[in-house]
């Protein structure tokens, strides 16, 4: 199999555990040690799969989850103590995959990786060159040549643009707040002028408007922004 799994688990007990276990399955376990870094050790490490504590020092897994996605759609698998509805829930709409409660039983963690490696990379798999384009109604971005294309028309989008336009078209006609995309779109948000969400969002409709499209991201005062498919059925203006 050959399969990189990487383990975020503060607890040292549970995460040797957990490395011991999936080895003996053919599986490379890798950790993460800095807890404040886990994009720069996921980019490091390129794994294949992920093994998430939502409760880590610095950062919560919610908020790591959402660090990976920006970059990878590798399966993330949650495993907390944390057993509410709301936990789950709130696991799965920050890019988590699958969730697994504390205590566990090592055998059903093992067939959720194997599930879940099975969907991204085996039989049920989509193929990469699917992964890497998002398709609406017939706009389609190409999130490897950070492009839009829209009825034989295409426009080229910076990397903060396709940031941007995928978070939005993720949740399309759901408001999407100011905070939640500017996570999406930079690394540290502390840093950011929130203004400078605001000119991307004017960039994105202006380049949306060179292919024909109007109005379809729309802001929604005091709650942020929305992706609104303005373009069904044909050209909008």
């Known amino acids: 199999m050959g399969y990189r799994v990487m383990i975020i688990e503060d607890d040292d007990k549970i995460a040797d555990i957990l490395s011991d276990y999936i080895r003996r399955y053919g599986y490379e376990a890798l950790r993460a040690f800095d807890f404040s870094k886990i994009k720069e050790q996921f980019i490091e490490q ?3 799969l992920v093994l998430l504590d939502i409760n880590l020092p610095r950062f919560d897994g919610f ?3 959402r660090q990976i996605r920006l970059i990878s759609n590798v399966p993330v698998l949650f495993i907390s103590a944390r057993t509410g509805e709301m936990d789950q829930v709130m696991a799965i709409e920050n890019g988590g995959d699958d969730y697994i409660a504390k205590p566990f039983h090592l055998e059903v963690v093992l067939a959720k990786i194997k599930s879940a490696l099975r969907r991204a990379y085996g039989e ?3 193929p990469a060159e699917s992964r890497d384009l998002l398709e609406l ?3 389609t971005l190409d999130r490897t040549r950070n492009t839009l294309s829209w009825q034989g028309y295409q426009v080229e989008l910076t990397h903060k643009e396709c940031l ?3 978070t939005l078209a993720r949740k399309i006609g759901n408001i999407v707040s100011r905070e939640q995309l500017l996570e999406a779109i930079w690394d540290d948000i502390h840093f ?3 203004n400078s969400l605001t000119v991307n969002v004017t960039r994105l409709r202006k380049k949306l408007e060179q292919l024909g499209i109007e109005k379809a991201v729309q802001t929604v005062r005091g709650s942020g922004y929305r992706l609104n498919p ?3 059925g ?4």
């Open 46 to 48: 390129q794994p294949d």
């Open 63 to 65: 908020y790591s989850c």
């Open 124 to 126: 049920y798999s989509i």
């Open 137 to 139: 109604q017939g706009l």
């Open 164 to 166: 941007l336009y995928d």
């Open 192 to 194: 950011v002028d929130d």
């Open 230 to 232: 303005s373009w069904k």
């Open 234 to 237: 044909g050209l909008s203006k």
